[in-house]
């Protein structure tokens, strides 16, 4: 008979412990196997010899017995009548705590079997067994002496309880540790998460790195996030698609914000986490059940302002959703929301300072309507470059800021000599070739800008080492500069002066390439004129055309 495993609780026969139990006592000649208090058998021992089998299922006696035995807290071991002579039965309780659930079985044989018995002759009828074979099957049973066999119940009854207290704090303790993994799981996340949470990296980036790691922890089916639109002030967000969906999910970004339309805004109304691990056949997304058995929706807000939402989809056990897998998508919302809310400051600080700076560079530009947009050109067609040589998206952002601030030490030049239309004096020129370190200077003390400093600095040096202010070198240019001087110098090229009309973008480039190795970085030369121009042509026409409105309007004005 093959044992049966049964819930393991603290008023349950515990199998294990029962089997652990068997192995030690049953060389001593004792018995073990577990009934319910209606007398059904749950478990016995697999070694235990067939006649003490049969005395258990002999439905007629000890299973009626056990029927009539009170099952109120704190019972005590009972004594029965064993069917067969010479053997021993006490049931006792597997806990005394609580109200009794089941029977531990306790048998041994106290007594050799008589020769002739009307109980043995019975008991042998009903299990189709010859009196005889019965007999001798009994008698290679261990003997245990009557007088000690108490002793041994009570022995059975105290290593049970310990047994069963062990097995209880080794459940307790995996239980435990469990927890203990899953929160430090959480905790690294959430680590993760903080220290990685850089305000001028995308969302997207950001979200998409979460999502991926919250899926894993939470070994969830599919994750993702939408965002809300910044300019909608509205009580109902818009949510126009999922800015992030990972995992498998059955359907597309915008098929899911539809089909979860209820449930979604219901959560950010309420500003609260939304559990579905059940989805009614009457509600009006029931359609996602053929694909989708559980989901959970998570609000990312602040201060009452709805900042997206986080969906949850399926458990890759199938299990339902947990206060363990609420709490990590409720933290990890939470940083989102505040990565989220950050972002959008830095956001628009960077706007505002970038705003700023272009004001000034605008400001010094209009110095001279032929320079007009110089610096902003300059600008895109260094960063062009930065990202042709393979420079890093933020290196790339850099260098745009140091061209676009390139010629800020004007402002201590006098506007005389900036739109002087003819030929300048050697005094005028030494003016002028202070403006890259008038410009460093200015810069100096902003410690945002302290990497940019190199670009305005250098731009008017020279590969050769004849350029300006310190006649460095080569390579001992740093690359900023190298790259801002091409550009500049192209610029410079292909704008109308006041001495002279734009250079046709072939001369341009034919002159660029010409002074490779001499004015410019030979190798940043050859990248240069592939370059796509067609930006930079449109904005010449455009800055163009704004130059010729302006001449025509001062031409009238008396």
């Not at 605008?362 to 040589?389: C, P």
Request: hydrophobic share 40%; net charge negative.
């Amino acid at each position: 008979m093959s044992s049966t495993v049964i819930t393991s609780r603290n008023t349950q026969p515990n199998t294990t412990v029962l089997a652990r139990l068997a192995e030690r006592w049953r060389s001593a000649g004792v018995f073990l196997a577990c009934m319910d208090r209606d007398g059904n058998l749950l478990w016995h021992d697999s070694q235990m010899p067939r006649v003490l089998s049969l005395c258990l299922t002999d439905d007629a006696g000890i299973a009626q017995q056990a029927r009539k035995l009170p099952d109120a807290p704190g019972a005590a071991h009972v004594a029965l009548s064993a069917p067969i002579p010479g053997f021993k039965i006490v049931l006792t309780p597997v806990s005394r705590r609580r109200k009794l659930s089941a029977w531990i079985a306790i048998m041994a044989r106290t007594e050799n079997l008589p020769a002739a018995s009307e109980d043995l002759a019975h008991f042998a009828q009903k299990a189709s067994m010859d009196a005889q074979s019965l007999a001798a099957q009994a008698h290679k049973v261990p003997l245990v002496a009557p007088a000690t066999f108490n002793s041994l119940v009570t022995l059975v009854e105290q290593m049970h309880e310990d047994l069963q207290g062990a097995a209880t704090s080794t459940n307790e303790l995996s239980s435990v540790t469990e927890q203990l993994t899953s929160v430090y799981e959480e905790i690294s996340l959430l680590y993760k998460i903080s220290s990685g949470m850089r305000f001028s990296q995308k969302p997207q980036t950001f979200l998409e790195s979460v999502c991926r790691e919250v899926q894993e922890i939470g070994n969830f089916r599919a994750v993702g996030v939408a965002l809300a639109n910044r300019d909608d002030e509205s009580a109902a967000p818009i949510l126009g698609d999922l800015t992030v969906l990972l995992g498998q999910c059955p359907f597309s970004g915008t098929e899911l914000l539809s089909a979860m339309h209820e449930p979604i805004y219901d959560a950010l109304t309420a500003g609260e986490t939304q559990v579905h691990n059940e989805i009614a056949p009457d509600c009006d997304w029931a359609k996602l059940r053929t694909s989708i058995k559980r989901f959970v929706c998570v609000p990312l807000e602040r201060d009452r302002r709805a900042l997206g939402i986080m969906i949850a989809i399926d458990k890759n056990d199938s299990s339902e959703f947990n206060s363990v897998d609420l709490k990590l998508l409720n933290n990890v919302g939470n940083q989102c929301s505040i990565f989220l809310e950050n972002a959008a400051l830095y956001q628009d600080m960077q706007g505002l300072f970038m705003g700023v700076l272009h004001a000034l560079t605008r400001s010094i530009d209009a110095k001279d309507a032929y320079t007009r947009g110089h610096s902003q050109r300059v600008a895109e067609l260094s960063r062009a470059m930065a990202q042709k040589i393979g420079l890093s998206d933020e290196q790339c952002e850099r260098v745009y800021l140091s061209g676009l601030l390139h010629d800020v030490g004007k402002i201590g030049v006098p506007e005389a000599v900036l739109t002087k239309p003819g030929r300048l004096t050697e005094a005028e020129f030494d003016a002028i070739k202070k403006h890259p370190a008038i410009g460093a200077q200015i810069l100096g003390n902003i410690k945002q800008l302290q990497d940019i400093i190199p670009g305005v600095l250098y731009h008017h040096e020279r590969w050769d080492g004849k350029g300006y202010p310190y006649q460095l070198a080569g390579e001992k240019i740093p690359l900023m500069g190298r790259i801002i001087c091409v550009a500049d110098s192209f610029d410079a090229m292909s704008s109308t002066r006041t001495y002279r009309p734009a250079l046709p973008l072939e001369t341009v480039l034919g002159e660029i390439q010409r002074c490779a190795g001499s004015q410019f970085d030979p190798a940043l030369a050859r990248v240069f004129v592939t370059l796509d121009f067609s930006p930079y042509r449109q904005a010449v026409e455009e800055q163009t055309a704004a130059l010729q409105a302006a001449l025509e309007t001062e031409v009238k004005t008396p």
